[in-house]
């Protein structure tokens, strides 16, 4: 079942999904020299967090035309549609698409797009896509970021998010633009509760209105906020192998995802940058099997709560959620 299983992916960053092997072609072609961001056994290395962002950083400088987004976006769902990934969103950002030009950002996205159609007509995997501002680049660049995603919103770009450094400028701090992408009809997440606690994923519903949190896991640590969250149906983002990967928890057995279920807060499971992390939704499946002893109906439930709240259209919404009834039948 975790190998074939239909899977539904809301929290995946582009950049951050890209090969190792991919990038380093890249910087071949380029004649750029990545060595550093690598190990001996060719993945991706980094100390923590702070220097995860460093790297994942660094990989980008291979990324630099609307040509290599197009090589990029094949070869991520190539890889998700191999873990039984049906529908994926994935996290785009202007600032390195076009440094948050308007005219550059429609290129980027323009082959994004169709290279996205080529690949759900190889593999039926259906993308859409989420633009999202970096904390850690400060508030003003985020506006020019949310005026891009404004200028683009539509039935394929169809979500405003946040990521970044948690530890640097607050929610609130980010308003002027969640408020700009709510106006232009874009649905809204936002990353919190992953480095810093409970109060930050209150800040995030409260000054961005956002209805998805991307992680949201250190809410566990305030049992009244859990309440709060399964009350108001808050759907969480949560990728159980990027935190243990970074040092948030020790290892899966520490991680909270089955306590915010079995308290009825709307999870679901996704990589949020499976090579840095050397993981893919089958592992994550694999690993919440063993560990938490989830078993077919908790994953057919996974996946239907992701699709349900996955911020396409109705129509194609209702095509995924028909083809995991198919299954689940
Ligand atoms: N960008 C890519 N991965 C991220 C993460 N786990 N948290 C915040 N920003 C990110
Ligand atoms: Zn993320």
Redesign the pocket.
């Known amino acids: 079942m975790t190998t074939t299983h239909p899977k539904v992916e809301l929290h995946l960053?582009l950049e951050?999904a890209a090969p190792p092997a991919f990038i380093r072609g890249l910087a071949a072609e380029k004649r750029l020299d990545l060595s550093g961001i690598f190990d001996e056994q060719g993945n991706y290395s980094f100390r923590d967090?702070p220097h995860?962002?460093k790297v994942?950083e660094a990989a980008t400088e291979t990324l630099k035309s609307p040509g290599d987004y197009h090589r990029l976006t094949l070869a991520v769902l190539e890889q998700s549609a191999a873990s039984g990934v049906i529908y994926t969103e994935v996290f785009l950002s202007p600032d390195f698409c076009g440094g948050g030009d308007v005219a550059a950002w429609r290129d980027y996205l323009g082959a994004i797009r169709e290279a996205a159609a080529l690949a759900e007509a190889r593999d039926g995997i259906v993308l859409r896509g989420i633009v999202t501002a970096i904390r850690h680049f400060g508030p003003e660049r985020a506006r020019r970021t949310a005026l891009c995603a404004a200028e683009t919103a539509g039935d394929w770009l169809v979500g405003f998010g946040l990521?970044?450094?948690?530890n640097i400028c607050k929610p609130k701090d980010f308003a002027w633009s969640f408020d700009a992408a709510r106006e232009a009809g874009l649905r809204l997440t936002a990353?919190a509760g992953?480095w810093a606690g409970p109060d930050s994923v209150r800040d995030a519903i409260r000054d961005l209105r956002v209805e998805r949190i991307?992680?949201g896991v250190r809410a566990a640590e305030d049992p009244a906020l859990v309440a709060d969250l399964a009350e108001r149906g808050i759907v969480l983002e949560v990728?159980p192998g990027?935190n243990i990967a970074?040092g948030l928890y020790p290892g899966w057995s520490a991680h909270p995802i089955e306590t915010l279920r079995a308290r009825g807060v709307r999870v679901t499971v996704s990589t949020?940058?499976p090579p840095f992390f050397r993981t893919s939704m089958r592992h994550e499946y694999q690993m919440l099997a063993e560990t938490f002893g989830w078993d077919d109906a908790v994953f057919a439930d996974l996946a239907t709560t992701a699709a349900r709240a996955a911020f396409c259209d109705a129509e194609t919404r209702d095509r995924i959620l028909k083809r995991l009834e198919k299954a689940h039948a």
């Open positions: 960053h951050g967090f995860f962002l994942y990521a970044g450094n948690e990353h992953e991307g992680h990728c990027s970074l949020d940058d």
